[in-house]
């Protein structure tokens, strides 16, 4: 019959190489795509900057209000029921 043989092992010519070069190959192919991902981002205008910068440090400043609210509140529940 026409069976064709099929090694369980690629030939080098398929996969392109010696393994360094393939890493290497991979490699530049790795920045190159992260540089071309790199260009398409939006920088933001100083404005932008610095509303995002205020609305962060709001925010912030909001969570540490509650939860000192919430570990005095829950301080002062602990010592009503335990004791001081």
Request: net charge positive.
């Amino acid at each position: 019959m026409g069976q064709t043989r099929t090694s369980s092992t690629p030939e080098k010519g398929a996969e392109g190489g010696n393994p360094v070069t393939r890493g290497l190959r991979a490699l530049r192919l790795f920045v190159s795509q992260i540089l071309d991902e790199l260009s398409k981002v939006v920088r933001p205008t100083r404005a932008e900057l610095t509303q995002y910068t205020v609305v962060v440090i709001v925010f912030v400043a909001v969570m540490m209000a509650l939860v000192s609210g919430m570990d005095l509140g829950f301080s002062r529940l602990v010592d009503l029921v335990f004791g001081d």
